[in-house]
C-alpha cells in the first residue's frame, strides 16, 4: 500500500464490533485501583480486570492522563512543624530582600563536605562565588519573571559559533575528554553559553558518567573471556540438553532491611498533582550469607552462614558435601548416571586447592567461568536480583524480636 502512494501511517476505519476494554466501566474500576495503590503495574491492572495490557495502557495515558514518575529524594521528610518553621524562613527572607535588594551580595555563606576527589583550577584562572549571570537570574525572580528566553535586543552578529571556534572546541575535547565547558569557554574567550551550545547543537556530544564495571580487563582476560564464551557455545552445539545437567551456585548478603530501588517506588500522578517524595535510608547492618545452588528445574540446595564464620575453603567443602547429598536425594537421575556439571565463580575459597581435590576424587564435572564475568553467572544476572527485589524496601524482624512478640504482633510481622 504504500508503494502504490501511502503516506497515512494510522489505521483505517474499519468494521467490527465495538471496543468491551475501554468502557467507561473499565475506566473508572481502574480510576479506582490506581488511586487505592499508586504502585500497581499496568500488567496486574490487566490481569485483575481481564483486558489486554495495550488496552490498559491506553485508559492509563489517554483516558486517564496519567504518567509512571519516580520518588523525588529529599535529605528527609518534614513534619507539619519543620514545614511550617521553613516557610517562616523563606518568607522572612524574601520581606528582607524586597526592603534591601543588595542584601544578597552582602551574604557570606559556606558548609563542610566530604570530598572524594578534587582538582586545581589552572593558573591565572579563577572562579568567582558569585557570577553575573547569577545576579541576573536573582534579579528576574525578585521582578517574579516567568519566561527562561532570552529577550529579544540588538546587537553585533555572533562571532563565537564560527566553524573556527567550533572546530577549536572540538580539538580541545578530543584531547580532554573530561574538560569542562567553563575551561574551553575561558580558553576561546567566549561565553559558557556559546560554549555549551557549540558542545550540544554543533558538535552533538552530551556529558555523561563512567559505567561501573568488576574490572577493566586486559587483553589477555579478554581473550581469555571469549575463548570460554566460544567453548561453552561449542559444547551447547554438540549437546542440546547439555545447560539441563549444569549445577549452578554463589553466595549473596542478604540484609534484614534493603533500600527499595528507584523503579520499585515509582508511582502513578495526575498531571496537577505533585511529585512524590521519599527520605534517603540505609541498608540495615542485619545481614546473612546466602549460598544456594540451582538448576533449571529449581533449587537444590542452599544454606546459610552460621553467625561468627568466614567463607574460606573449610566451610566451602562442607558446602561442596552437602550439596552432593542434596543432589542424590533431589535429582537421582543425573546422581545416577553421574554427568551433572558444577559451576561457580573463581572466588579463593572456590578455586581453593582443598575443594579441587575433593572435586577431582569424586570425578565433579566443571562448567568454566572467565575472571570477572557476573554476566555470565546466572546467580549474579538472574537468580540474585529477583530474590532480592521483593524484599526491598520491606523490614524484617529479628530472632529476638520474634521470640518476645505477643500473638498480634507477630500476626503484623508474618502476615
Request: proline share 5%.
Amino acid at each position: 500500500m504504500f508503494s502504490e502512494g501511502r503516506e497515512d501511517v494510522n489505521d483505517e476505519e474499519r468494521a467490527g464490533r465495538p471496543s468491551t476494554s475501554t468502557t467507561d466501566e473499565k475506566i473508572n474500576e481502574v480510576e479506582k485501583m490506581i488511586l487505592a495503590n499508586r504502585r500497581i503495574t499496568v500488567r496486574e491492572v490487566a490481569e485483575d480486570l481481564n483486558i489486554s495490557i495495550g488496552s490498559c495502557h491506553s485508559i492509563f495515558i489517554n483516558d486517564l492522563g496519567m504518567r509512571r514518575v519516580a520518588a523525588k529524594f529529599v535529605p528527609k521528610l518534614l513534619n507539619c512543624d519543620q514545614k511550617q518553621h521553613r516557610m517562616n524562613i523563606a518568607n522572612e527572607m524574601l520581606d528582607s530582600v524586597r526592603d534591601d535588594p543588595n542584601l544578597l551580595q552582602r551574604v557570606i555563606t559556606g558548609d563542610e563536605a566530604g570530598v572524594v576527589h578534587h582538582e586545581f583550577f589552572p593558573q591565572g584562572r579563577t572562579k568567582l562565588p558569585w557570577t553575573e549571570a547569577t545576579f541576573i537570574v536573582v534579579q528576574n525572580v525578585l521582578r517574579r519573571r516567568e519566561d527562561v528566553n532570552d529577550e529579544e535586543r540588538s546587537g553585533r552578529p555572533s562571532t563565537s559559533t564560527t566553524d573556527k571556534k567550533i572546530n577549536e572546541e572540538e580539538k580541545m575535547i578530543l584531547a580532554n575528554r573530561r574538560i569542562t565547558v567553563r575551561e574551553v569557554a575561558e580558553d576561546l574567550n567566549i561565553s559558557i553559553g556559546s560554549c555549551h551550545s557549540i558542545f550540544i547543537n554543533d558538535l552533538g556530544m552530551r556529558r555523561v558518567a563512567a559505567k561501573f564495571v568488576p574490572k577493566l580487563l586486559n587483553c589477555d582476560q579478554k581473550q581469555h573471556r571469549m575463548n570460554i564464551a566460544n567453548e561453552m557455545l561449542d559444547s551447547v552445539r554438540d549437546d542440546p540438553n547439555l545447560l539441563q545437567r549444569v549445577i549452578t551456585g554463589d553466595e549473596a548478603w542478604v540484609y534484614g532491611y534493603d533500600v527499595e530501588t528507584k523503579a520499585q517506588s515509582s508511582q502513578w500522578k495526575l498531571p496537577h498533582e505533585p511529585r512524590p517524595k521519599k527520605a534517603r535510608q540505609v541498608r540495615s547492618n542485619v545481614k546473612v550469607l546466602l549460598t544456594v545452588f540451582f538448576d533449571c528445574r529449581g533449587v537444590v540446595h542452599h544454606e546459610f552462614l552460621p553467625q561468627g564464620r568466614t567463607v574460606n575453603k573449610e566451610y566451602y567443602l562442607q558446602v561442596m558435601r552437602n550439596l552432593r547429598e542434596a543432589i542424590r536425594q533431589k535429582r537421582p537421575d543425573l546422581w545416577k548416571n553421574k554427568n551433572w556439571l558444577l559451576h561457580h565463580d573463581n572466588a579463593p575459597a572456590h578455586t581453593s586447592l582443598l575443594v579441587r581435590d575433593f572435586l577431582a576424587k569424586n570425578n565433579t564435572l566443571m562448567m568454566p567461568q572467565p575472571p570477572y564475568s557476573p554476566d555470565l553467572a546466572p546467580c549474579d544476572f538472574f537468580l540474585f536480583p529477583k530474590l532480592k527485589r521483593p524484599m526491598k524496601g520491606r523490614r524484617y524482624a529479628t530472632l529476638d524480636e520474634i521470640k518476645t512478640a505477643s500473638k498480634e504482633e507477630l500476626k503484623k510481622i508474618f502476615f
